[in-house]
């Protein structure tokens, strides 16, 4: 479905927000450039006890304004392009909620679907030594993306420890709470497009209690956006996984919901409602619409088919540039991804800044904080909407981009 090769599109959109910025060409073509490239082809014992080579990557985009930070997935279909360009979103997602971070991002071409944990863990440790050179709590953090979990970090810390010889508590985030995770980090970026869901929703004067939500995925992001929507008022009528979305607009039980899923693998087929598939779901009648699975999902053939007022970006780049103007032309109030899935770096920066304290905060605490921020970075991006007169997409471009330029500016270029 990608319009754009994935890397060339987000480049493009930064070339153009630093040209509206007038900022000097040297900000720009550092901007439109990844920093720093790994590929590893590396062997795996299979159970069968044969052995495959996989591909993996780590990118690092920018880090001028802190440590690099950025999740690895585990997908059959990713590709160089598609991470250097997850990386470059990350470089902006730490600039707009104005966290001390880079961007970077890592991938494994593999389907751990089809694997087995012991297979998934040899895979994940034989990975994690060879990006071993490039990671680091003060260098390069890696949390979970598409395909990976707590666990898969839990064995990317204990590796990194057994090179380094001591534990290593902040090499990565969204870590299981017993070897130095976050309380709150595992639904953090639900709670954050939560939170700009309902910023989104006072904007445009529509209430809140029994708004109509409709979520495309059913993993970390999407299940846990769905609950808190519907935890605060919200009435999630359609959700979906990869096979296909179940709706019903009198509203779902996201209980049963995740137990029929749980049974069948699938969401589709759900009582008391109508199958739809992922593109139909897209366009059905709702106020609040959040894509939370996977990239170009609303691209130019449907995007003038979407019904809801509001977008909020639960996954990264669900929407391509050619569909985000016929999204604007028809009004829709648009929560770009770098700003409406920033609760997960933003509970990882604080599970880094615990680790490295080793001193942990709770749950309310994080959440708090967390709130904290989303709602200021969400009021910034707005102020530079109305005062630029640009769509929240380029007002996030703007911010972020115009914070990093200033670091690159105070920084100067060595020697
Ligand atoms: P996940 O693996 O937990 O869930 C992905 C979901 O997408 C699953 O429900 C899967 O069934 C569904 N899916 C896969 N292919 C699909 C398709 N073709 N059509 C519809 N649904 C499909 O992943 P996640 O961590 O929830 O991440 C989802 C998105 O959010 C990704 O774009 C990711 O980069 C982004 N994101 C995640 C985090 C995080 O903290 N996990 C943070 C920021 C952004």
Not at 133 to 161: F, H, K
Not at 171 to 183: A, E, H, L, W, Y
Not at 269 to 286: H, Q, W, Y
Not at 312 to 320: C, D, K, L, M, R
Request: glycine share 8%.
């Amino acid at each position: 479905m990608t319009e754009t090769n994935a890397f060339e599109m987000v480049a493009s959109r930064i070339g153009a927000v630093c040209d509206k910025l007038k900022l000097k060409d040297t900000h720009r073509l550092r901007l439109e450039k990844c920093e720093r490239e790994l590929t590893v082809n590396f062997p795996v014992r299979i159970d069968d006890g044969t052995v495959k080579v996989f591909t993996g990557f780590r990118v690092l985009h920018n880090d001028t304004r802190g440590p690099a930070k950025g999740g690895i997935r585990y997908h059959p279909d990713v590709t160089l392009d598609e991470t250097r360009a997850l990386a470059a979103l990350m470089t902006l997602k730490a600039a707009v909620v104005n966290i001390p971070y880079g961007g970077a991002k890592g991938a494994v071409i593999c389907n751990p679907k089809l694997m087995s944990q012991g297979e998934l863990e040899r895979l994940t440790r034989r990975y994690a030594s060879e990006i071993s050179i490039l990671i680091g709590p003060e260098r390069d953090i890696p949390a979970p993306d598409v395909g990976t979990n707590p666990q898969v970090m839990a064995w990317i810390m204990d590796t990194y420890s057994v090179l380094k010889g001591y534990s290593v508590l902040g090499v990565v985030t969204g870590k299981p709470i017993g070897v130095g995770g976050s309380r709150g980090r595992f639904g953090a970026t639900g709670r954050g497009c939560m939170v700009t869901a309902k910023l989104a929703a006072k904007q445009l004067n529509i209430d809140f209690q029994g708004a109509t939500a409709v979520v495309q995925g059913f993993g970390n992001v999407a299940c846990s956006a769905a609950k808190l929507l519907a935890a605060d008022g919200c009435r999630i009528t359609a959700i979906s996984d990869s096979k296909g979305g179940t709706y019903n607009p009198k509203g779902l039980n996201l209980e049963s919901l995740l137990n029929y899923k749980k049974q069948t693998g699938s969401v589709v087929g759900f009582a008391d409602s109508e199958s739809v598939t992922n593109t139909e779901l897209l366009a059905l009648p709702c106020d609040i619409l959040v894509p939370a699975a996977i990239e170009d999902q609303i691209v130019k053939a449907n995007a003038p088919d979407v019904k809801a007022r509001i977008i909020i970006e639960g996954a990264n780049a669900p929407t391509t540039p050619e569909a985000d103007e016929i999204l604007n032309d028809n009004g829709v109030f648009v929560v770009p991804d770098i700003l409406a899935n920033a609760g997960g770096v933003v509970v990882s920066y604080f599970e880094w800044v615990q680790d490295l304290q080793a001193f942990f905060w709770s749950e309310d605490e994080v959440n708090h904080q967390l709130q904290r921020v989303m709602e200021s970075a969400f009021g910034e991006v707005l102020e530079m909407s109305q005062s630029e007169k640009v769509d929240m997409r380029n007002a996030a471009y703007m911010l972020a981009i115009k914070r990093i330029a200033d670091a690159m500016e105070a920084r100067g270029i060595f020697p």
